[in-house]
């Protein structure tokens, strides 16, 4: 069984700051990798997929890496911003199975 | 192009009542799945779909049952409700790239109470 955990739970910057965001699983076989951002009440915006085969990927101020082997994946992000206040939620898919399994988050509070 | 659709948004039953979430995707995406969210325990799987007649368990089916007679529409049964299954539930849909290029698409959730 995928078990995926992500570390902080919790974690609270100025804003400016450059930050990372760590997502660890403990199946190697995935598909892919999805990041995504969820605000509060809402339901959830993808940000960025890595494909099994790719080692990382970038969309604007985001980058996000995945290292398959040691079951790893973290989320960069450069020059934080208020309007980045949200949960971030990492889920690989299963590659036997086809089953997305997520963690459960961490909550980033960026101060003005 | 409105996405994943959910209805209804907010849902309060008694309990031993049954109910349906409805789920459509207009994308034609083979692969459709039910989550339910709760504190401190984050999404769980209830059941997924690769196609039209196929369905599967995920973490947490129990109490639940779902059905996929078009490409279109994932609706997920509650068969008699319980205050257990209090809850905010997401459908999510994605094509199936072989690659893994498969991006989930949300929908914006229904929050059922069960008194």
């Known amino acids: 069984k995928q078990e995926v955990t992500q570390i902080p739970a919790a974690l609270s910057v100025p804003e400016g700051e450059n930050l990372v965001l760590n997502c660890s699983f403990t199946?190697?076989?995935?598909?892919?990798l999805q990041w995504f951002r969820q605000d509060p009440g809402k339901g959830l915006t993808s940000l960025l997929l890595?494909?099994?085969?790719?080692r990382e990927q970038t969309s604007g101020r985001l980058n996000a890496s995945l290292d398959k082997s040691s079951g790893r994946s973290t989320l960069y992000i450069a020059a934080s911003q208020p309007g980045d206040s949200a949960t971030y939620l990492c889920?690989?898919?299963?590659?036997?199975?086809?089953?997305?399994?997520f963690g459960k988050g961490t909550l980033l509070t960026v101060n003005p | 192009n409105a996405g994943v659709t959910q209805t209804p948004k907010f849902q309060v039953l008694k309990t031993g009542q049954s109910m349906t979430l409805q789920c459509a995707q207009d994308?034609?995406?083979?692969?459709m799945s039910w989550y339910r969210q709760d504190p401190g325990m984050g999404l769980r799987l209830i059941h997924y779909?690769?196609?039209?007649?196929?369905?599967d368990q995920g973490e947490v089916p129990n109490g639940y049952n779902v059905s996929r007679s078009t490409t279109e529409d994932f609706p997920l049964r509650l068969l008699s409700a319980a205050p257990s299954q209090t809850s905010v539930y997401f459908c999510?849909?994605?094509?199936?790239?072989?690659?893994?290029?498969?991006?989930?698409?949300f929908g914006a959730g229904s929050r059922l109470t069960v008194l």
């Open positions: 199946d190697s076989a995935i598909y892919n």
């Open positions: 994308m034609n995406h083979e692969y």
């Open positions: 890595i494909q099994s085969s790719q």
């Open positions: 999510a849909s994605s094509s199936w790239d072989p690659s893994g290029a498969n991006v989930l698409t």
């Open positions: 779909s690769v196609g039209a007649g196929i369905t």
């Open positions: 889920a690989p898919l299963g590659g036997s199975n086809y089953k997305l399994t």
